[in-house]
């Protein structure tokens, strides 16, 4: 098992910047692909970014290319999300996730873990 725990989300106003972190527990954090998905009421689970093992390759949503970026530190266990420029669409719980096998983007229904999610909400 692997546990990942959310934080750093809040409420920001438009423009404004957050920064997500991720801690990993569990088994050798270095093993798993890493991940983030959000997920607005009444929609699925949207992918947003995601980091190879060794964080030497990321990868984006259209949505959010160019205003986020993830990134890892493996002696810390730790992904991030820096997001900046944050618009009012982007409001949505935030989820890290941990894949073993894919790289690139992400599907929710098959990654190995999932964390419990943290709240960002961007005001207009």
């Known amino acids: 098992q692997v546990q990942l725990v959310e934080s750093g989300g809040g409420l920001v106003q438009t423009g404004g910047s957050l920064r997500l972190s991720c801690v990993a527990s569990?088994?050798?954090?270095?093993?798993?692909?890493m991940g983030w998905f959000r997920q607005a009421p009444g929609k699925e689970h949207e992918f947003v970014a995601s980091?190879?093992?060794?964080?030497?390759?990321?990868y984006y949503a259209d949505s959010v290319q160019g205003r986020f970026t993830i990134s890892r530190d493996n002696a810390k266990s730790t992904v991030y999300l820096q997001m900046n420029s944050l618009r009012p669409e982007d409001t949505a719980i935030y989820y890290c996730?941990?894949?073993?096998?894919?790289?690139?983007?992400?599907?929710?229904?098959?990654?190995?873990?999932g964390g419990q999610g943290t709240q960002v909400t961007v005001s207009s």
């Open positions: 996730a941990a894949d073993s096998r894919r790289i690139g983007t992400m599907k929710w229904a098959t990654v190995d873990f």
């Open positions: 569990g088994r050798p954090f270095s093993n798993y692909a």
């Open positions: 980091i190879t093992f060794s964080g030497s390759s990321a």
